[in-house]
């Protein structure tokens, strides 16, 4: 097993996948590491509609740009805030936000490939049509999860001193000792 940080720097979004099934073992220890994420006042905010079947999943395709990912996916989970245990809408999505990346990297722990879906939030109503879902959840975002293809996939971020001041805004951070 990798490290935390290992895990964090290698993690990449992965949106292509082979055939081969997601356990139940595997996404029991997904859903796992995403509620272990912390919260405001450990409200745990966040519930979780896990979607194998194809159908459903061909009918959430409908409901993105993404088609392409969620048909591939061999399993989807939608990520919602529940209003019902809302405590401050802001630090509640960000509570939500954590849940999400604990449940990335938990995908790339255990060798899958997964990628977080926030442009079907465009169509909301369609997709929380499909799920089921009451008014009182509301929709953050799908991760698509499978196992990836294997290819080599780059990213880049933003130089440290780009992002990041010293003591003040303004006075630029060059992280010598
Ligand atoms: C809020 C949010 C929404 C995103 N929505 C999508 C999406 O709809 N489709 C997609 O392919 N990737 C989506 N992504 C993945 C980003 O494109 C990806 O994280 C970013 O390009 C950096 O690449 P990396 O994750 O491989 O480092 C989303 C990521 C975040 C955090």
Known sequence: ????????LARRSIREYTESPVS???INTILDCG???PSGLNNQPWKFIVVRNENTIKELADCTHYSKIV???KVLIAVYLDQGTMYHHDKDVLAIGASIQNMLLACEDL???AVWLGEILKKNEQVNAVLEVPESLELMAVLAIGHPVGKERSSTRKAIEEITFNEK???KWTGEN
């Open 71 to 73: 048909l591939q996916a």
């Open 35 to 37: 509620k272990w994420a």
């Open 1 to 8: 097993m990798s490290t935390t940080i290992e895990t964090i």
């Open 169 to 171: 805004y303004g006075e």
């Open 24 to 26: 139940n073992d595997e």
């Open 111 to 113: 060798g899958l490939g």
